[in-house]
């Protein structure tokens, strides 16, 4: 085996060991970086490529926008795909306006950045695809990005090689960590510290951070339409009633327990599995639509029509597209700690640093994370 010297070492390609990757880098570190697959396929290209710090709760805002700024030098430097969409909050019932309301009244922080409600007129001219008749507000934030996963993590992997001078090691999955020796199936690497973030594979390197974690994995159905034709751009990113049920940054809105009384007894099916629908686009023009969550240590490999269909059926309340063929169906997995942790960062021996379970937000936070982490 040949032996190899970097000062840190970064265990997974996909968004969290990337970001770590980039942090070390800027600080002048000589990094190498270790993908277990030819290309990364875990969670981080299998997502709506949103950055959506609305969805943050007070305390992650700040990492989400720095995240967001991030991105944007990355897009800036290249030819990463970034649009800066920002997002509605579209809203059908009156429980939904008054979370929205509420939301806008206790969150100064979105305030500042220009989050609003807007009129049903208001929204048609924001966009062209939510149903205005019986639509009675939205709220505006105009701080969500909108990457393309497919494109934006190779991407990043090549501006970190060519820009950051990372090493890169694809099709080298990490078999043991025994510092300063780190070994993979094909190579010895003498490294100073390690930054492990495997994802999905958390049971492999320092089982014993996440067994007592209450770590689990959340499965998740994803949908996406033909390209849309000539150039026809979705806008904002949408949302509707039920993210409102999903994302920390509503959570301390007194106003919820009656939208989600109301949601549980008239939708249980989605409150079941755990359906709230986003929309985004890609490079392409396609618009991708989920998702369900159903939380589990291990996943069956089957999709559910009846899930995909009560996703399409609730997209349907709110968004009209122009073509609205579905032409791909498929799913994701990610970590998911209880009680709305937002992370596990772990440093199971000296020089060894584990950040995983960053849930349905990796896209959101993980930059600025990482900047964190890195000091
Ligand atoms: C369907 C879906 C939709 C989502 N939508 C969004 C969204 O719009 N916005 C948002 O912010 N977040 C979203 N998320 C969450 C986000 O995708 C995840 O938080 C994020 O991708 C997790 O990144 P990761 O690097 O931890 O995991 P992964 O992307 O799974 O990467 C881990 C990598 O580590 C590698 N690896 C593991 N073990 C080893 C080893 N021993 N040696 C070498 N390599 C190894 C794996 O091969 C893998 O490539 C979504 C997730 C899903 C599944």
């Not at 800036?76 to 806008?104: C, K, M, N, P, T």
């Not at 049971?203 to 951070?209: H, K």
């Not at 079941?272 to 291990?298: C, F, K, P, W």
């Not at 009680?339 to 959101?364: F, S």
């Amino acid at each position: 085996m040949n032996m190899n010297h970097a000062e840190v070492a970064v265990v997974g390609g996909g968004i969290v060991g990337l970001a770590h990757a980039l942090a070390a880098a800027k600080r002048g570190r000589k990094v190498i970086l270790f993908e277990r697959d030819e290309y990364a396929v875990g969670a981080s290209i299998r997502n709506f490529g949103l950055v959506w710090p609305v969805g943050q709760p007070d305390g992650l805002y700040e990492r989400a926008l720095a995240s967001r700024r991030i991105w944007l030098d990355l897009a800036e430097r290249s030819g990463l795909w970034a649009r800066q969409s920002g997002s509605l909050h579209v809203a059908y019932a009156e429980d939904e306006v008054a979370v929205l309301d509420e939301f806008l009244a206790t969150t100064p922080a979105a305030s500042e950045q220009g989050c609003r409600m807007l009129t049903p007129e208001e929204v048609g001219k924001e966009s062209s695809v939510v149903r205005t008749d019986g639509l009675l507000a939205a709220m505006w934030s105009p701080t969500e990005l909108n990457v393309d996963p497919r494109q934006a993590i190779p991407m990043v992997a090549e501006i970190l090689a060519r820009d950051f001078g990372v090493e890169m090691r694809f099709g080298h999955a990490v078999r043991s960590i025994n510092l300063p020796t780190i070994e993979t199936d094909r190579e010895s690497w003498q490294v100073d510290e390690v930054y492990v973030c495997s994802g999905n594979e958390f049971q492999a390197l320092y089982p014993e951070v996440f067994a007592s974690s209450g770590i689990r994995r959340c499965k998740l159905q994803m949908l996406r339409t033909a390209p849309q034709r000539g150039g026809w751009e979705l806008g904002p990113a949408l949302c509707a009633g039920l993210t409102l049920l999903h994302y920390g940054s509503f959570k301390h809105c007194t106003s919820l327990a009656a939208l989600r009384e109301r949601v549980e007894a008239e939708r249980p099916f989605f409150v079941e599995h755990g359906i709230h629908v986003l929309v985004s686009q890609t490079r392409y023009g396609e618009v991708t639509i989920g998702d369900s969550h159903a939380y589990g240590m291990t996943h069956d490999p089957f999709e559910r029509e009846d899930v995909n269909a009560a996703i399409l059926e609730y997209f349907a309340t709110f968004a009209e597209l122009p073509t609205p063929r579905i032409d791909e169906r498929w799913h994701g997995f990610y970590p998911s700690l209880p009680d709305g942790r937002p992370d596990l960062i772990a440093r199971p021996e000296p020089g060894v640093t584990v950040v995983n379970g960053l849930g349905g937000a990796g896209m959101t936070l993980s930059f600025g994370l990482a900047e964190e982490v890195l000091g």
